[in-house]
């Protein structure tokens, strides 16, 4: 039985379809349809998705479970649920931090993902209105860096991303994040079945199949291991305290191994979705299928562009990228706003628009980045950090440092603090081979699992 239901200062979502697609789309992001498919192809393909698919069920999934029975048995945001729960245990660690931790994480991505999530915004009206019709991949990576090489224009979508960010979570969650997300998500689906169906018939749908899902276990070296493991980690978006928030505006009677297997499968069904979206096109144009973060905004403009209908098929392809992207920065939000809603005398409106103003100002290191700081080197007298931009420095410290850490923690507090009886009343589960299976998974599986990422991306 959740604790501290009376005291919480927080909405719960109405229903749990609304609770699974709120959770799915924080999960489903830039990292499912931008960097799963170049990760992929950079990583040799099938042999990939095959520790992908393996690490989501047996690392990403068991931490996610324990971030869900963190926030409803708490009932308040990351660092209030956990410190509830500490004292429940009787730990006198600050495990609160853990929580503050993922919220200074997510503030920084928030910064930097606005930004990103502005380019695709912008691409939806640059590919709709026909910018790209029947010019080749060099011009249109000439369009890209000339679209980077200005400030304005950069700045100006970062800006209406984030007013709408932020215009959705200053609303609550029933009148704002979940209206949203209910209808979002099924688009989402919709559009990219709908966008399969036409790779299916204009592009080479046979290779793309083939290059996905028949396993070359040669191509399986420990480095495509690594980074299997660490997409499917970063993936589903464990470790910040984003499903703690949300779980904590759960209802008590969700099952919450149900739930989690839905939003893992979503999850990746997103992104398997995305790779048969891009590399069916990718591959009947003879392009790079390992084309890196620019076989987006670059490989695939250039290939609608030559394609039947492609202005408004790619804007409907960018429109897709631009709805995952909202849902995930609806959620990072929602985890600081969560905990300024505990605090007294702070109200959600001025707090989403305070957050989000500085937000937007921390993001500009990251417009600037790709211009008039492209030169600059905050960190270059370090041999580790001499080629880092303040936009990778950025990156390379939410990914490399706050996620595992924050994902380590979590599943260690769920493992071994909290008491058997409270895990198991959470997840509705007796001492059988379900709850043993997990429970291994989070004591010793998945810590492990990421803490090899973390350690391997340090160096």
């Known amino acids: 039985m959740a604790m501290n239901q009376g005291a919480s200062p927080h909405e719960n979502f109405s229903t749990r379809f609304a609770f699974l697609m709120a959770t799915i789309g924080a ?60 004292e429940e245990c009787g730990s006198r660690l600050p495990w609160g931090w853990v929580g503050w931790w993922g919220i200074i994480g997510m503030f920084f991505v928030l910064s930097f993902f606005s930004v990103v999530a502005g380019w695709a915004l912008a691409y939806v009206v640059k590919v709709g209105s026909g910018t790209f019709t029947g010019l080749s991949i060099a011009e249109v990576g000439q369009e890209f860096d000339a679209f980077l090489h200005s400030p ?167 429109l897709l990228i631009f709805v995952a992207a909202l849902t995930s920065s609806l959620s990072m939000l929602e985890v600081i706003i969560s905990r300024a809603e505990e605090t007294k005398g702070l109200k959600r409106k001025p707090m989403a628009v305070l957050v989000g103003a500085v937000a937007f100002i921390l993001g500009l290191a990251t417009v600037f980045s790709f211009n008039i700081w492209e030169s600059v080197r905050p960190l270059g007298f370090l041999n580790a950090f001499q080629d880092d931009t303040p936009f990778n420095l950025v990156d390379k410290f939410v990914t490399n440092l706050v996620l595992p850490i924050g994902g380590m923690l979590y599943a260690i507090f769920a493992g071994w603090w909290l008491s058997k009886e409270t895990t198991m009343t959470e997840l509705g589960l007796s001492e059988g081979l379900g709850f043993q299976t997990w429970r291994f998974l989070t004591r010793y599986v998945a810590p492990v699992a990421v803490g090899l990422v973390f350690v391997t991306n340090l160096w």
């Open 27 to 86: 999960a489903v992001g830039l990292g499912n349809i931008w960097k799963f498919p170049y990760s992929l192809g950079n990583s040799g393909g099938s042999a990939f998705v095959i520790i992908y698919l393996v690490a989501i069920f047996i690392v990403a999934t068991p931490i996610m479970m324990s971030e869900m029975i963190i926030g409803r048995r708490g009932r308040l945001s990351a660092p209030g649920s956990m410190n509830a729960l500490a």
């Open 152 to 318: 304005l224009q950069v700045t100006a979508w970062h800006f209406a991303f984030m007013a709408i960010t932020v215009f959705v979570v200053s609303r609550g969650i029933k009148a704002g994040i979940e209206k949203v997300v209910n209808y979002l998500m099924p688009a989402l689906f919709v559009m990219m079945i709908g966008l399969v169906v036409y790779a299916y018939f204009v592009g080479d749908f046979t290779q793309a199949v083939q290059y996905l899902f028949s396993p070359d276990f040669s191509k399986i070296t420990p480095a495509v291991a690594l980074a299997a493991i660490g997409q499917a980690f970063f993936s589903v978006n464990v470790g910040v305290g984003a499903i703690v928030t949300y779980s904590a505006y759960l209802p008590a009677n969700v099952n919450l191994p149900r739930s989690a297997m839905i939003i893992a499968i979503g999850d990746t069904a997103v992104a398997l979705l995305a790779g048969l979206v891009i590399f069916p096109i990718v591959f009947a144009n003879g392009l790079d299928p390992a084309g890196g973060p620019g076989l987006l905004f670059v490989t695939l403009s250039a290939a609608f562009g030559q394609m039947p209908g492609g202005a408004v098929v790619g804007a409907v392809f960018f």
